[in-house]
């Protein structure tokens, strides 16, 4: 099912006859422009429905006269409803609600979700990288080198991939470090790896297509499958990684696999060169297409990681997704999609109709971190800092928690997983986040079957000492 169906307001029969405009708009807030608030009230009452197609609005100076506005705060807003096809007007009869205004399900009008407050994640959380300030220190030279002679790219319209240097860089770096078979004109720069999922998504898989997802999975990566309307089918991880036989049997029409082939999230669990090679060989004899999610494999701690899937793929399957998130700071956002040839007209195309093409301004500053050996540099020093840090979470777990905790110390990543001999994860969840710890349940990773019960302990980003004494707290509250 799309999010937004392609319903308008014409086939919705909720009439409002006549309306009572106090009723539909019960508090108009004080603070911001009034206009602004009107037009908000309004454009909600259209979109959910509340206000049918080709319903007469009230005159600006009713609506000016009933909320206590200025004449030219009301007439403000009719402007903005009308300039975004919200409403239309007609010389002579007055403002109507429009007749093709794309229908909101009322369950998606649903408030506002709190904002992140970036600054209280807490120990043992995911999705926080290591802030190095040598790094900091030589990426703000190299941004101010770039932005003190501006190259034409950020004057003009660029490629819908991103800039040709800063892939170049990225493809030599890929063929090395992960065995990836890509050159410069495959690559996709990206705004993370959650909008190379969605290009591929969208460029992909039609609504209603079956594609395969790991059980237990990355919660966004099934955000982005479901929310787009692809049949999310939930295909089992065991030591191994995910069963293709199972898949197959269970979804043999599945028009892709999203998979974590190096470091399975949230379980940590390597694919095995069999499971490999059966994934593989099902995409290429059913036309289907393998979406590589290969998030943290920069941060490998014994012996080198496995090659990348898309470096075994002989038949253009795979699309490879890779991120400058673990490895330099997520807010940056640039990542990165290896785009299999048959792809990649379609994946263009969905990228400039979405933002036309990547934002230039810290591409030059990147290109140069890994052209000039800045970035292999980095990654030697996070690399020592973050295994540091998870072993610092290990003795922690067990010491404080050892009887009450199966941990698995992982050899790749930035999080680890410790299943628990009793449960419900989630209870222990809550009670450690009210102590500061922030870690998260694995049962709420599951999508389908019976879920397992443990914690996803995050260790990046957090000193020895954090980690030491948020191990403490844990044992606290889990006796
Ligand atoms: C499995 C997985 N893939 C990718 C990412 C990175 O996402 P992005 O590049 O959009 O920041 C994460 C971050 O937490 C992740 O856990």
Excluded at 287 to 293: C, G, L, S, V
Aim: aromatic letters at 6%.
């Amino acid at each position: 099912m799309p999010l937004v169906e392609k319903r308008t307001n014409q086939e919705n029969k909720i009439q409002t006859n006549p309306p009572d405009w106090s009723a539909l708009i019960p508090v108009l807030p004080g603070d911001g422009p009034r206009s602004r608030e009107l037009y908000a009230a309004l454009r909600r009452l259209i979109e959910t429905g509340a206000l049918a197609a080709g319903a007469k609005l009230p005159t600006t100076r009713d609506l000016a006269g009933r909320f206590g506005l200025s004449r030219s705060a009301a007439v403000a807003c009719f402007e903005m409803l009308i300039s975004e096809g919200f409403a239309v007007a007609k010389v002579g009869a007055g403002t109507f609600v429009a007749r093709d205004v794309p229908y909101l399900p009322t369950t998606l009008a649903k408030a506002r979700p709190p904002e992140i407050d970036v600054a209280a994640s807490l120990p043992c959380g995911l999705g926080v990288a290591v802030s190095d300030p040598r790094t900091l220190d030589l990426f703000r030279i190299l941004l101010s080198r770039h932005l003190a002679r501006p190259g034409p790219e950020h004057f003009r319209y660029g490629d819908p991939r991103g800039g040709i240097a800063l892939r170049t860089a990225i493809a030599k770096y890929l063929r090395t470090a992960r065995g990836v078979r890509c050159d410069a004109g495959q690559i996709v720069l990206t705004s993370g790896t959650q909008q190379g999922l969605d290009l591929l998504v969208r460029a992909a898989i039609r609504p209603g297509d079956a594609v395969w997802i790991e059980n237990p999975c990355y919660p966004m990566a099934h955000a982005a499958l479901a929310g787009s309307g692809a049949r999310v089918a939930a295909v089992p991880v065991d030591s191994e990684g995910l069963d293709p036989e199972i898949g197959a049997r269970l979804y043999p029409k599945a028009r892709a696999a999203y998979v974590t082939p190096s470091h399975q999230y949230p379980l940590g669990v390597t694919m095995t060169m069999r499971r490999r090679l059966a994934l593989l060989d099902w995409a290429r004899r059913n036309d289907a297409w393998i979406f590589e999610d290969d998030y943290d494999s920069e941060f490998r701690y014994a012996g080198p990681p496995l090659t990348s899937l898309q470096g075994m793929d002989g038949a253009d399957r795979v699309a490879y997704l890779g991120t400058f998130s673990k490895v330099l700071f997520p807010g940056l956002r640039i990542g990165y999609v290896v785009v299999p040839e048959p792809l990649l007209d379609a994946v263009m195309a969905v990228r400039a109709r979405a933002d036309r093409y990547p934002s230039t301004l810290a591409e030059g500053a990147l290109t140069d971190l890994l052209n000039e050996g800045h970035f292999a540099a980095h990654l030697r020093r996070v690399r020592r800092r973050v295994q540091a840090a998870r072993d610092a979470l290990v003795a922690g777990l067990e010491a404080h928690c050892g009887d009450m905790l199966d941990v698995t110390v992982p050899e790749q990543g930035l999080h680890l997983m410790a299943m628990l001999k009793g449960g419900p994860d989630t209870a222990i969840v809550e009670a450690a986040k009210a102590v500061g710890v922030g870690a998260r349940a694995l049962s709420s990773m599951f999508i389908d079957g019976v879920p397992r019960h443990g914690l996803v302990l995050g260790f990046s980003g957090f000193s020895d000492e954090e980690l030491r004494a948020a191990t403490a707290r844990l044992g606290g509250v889990m006796r």
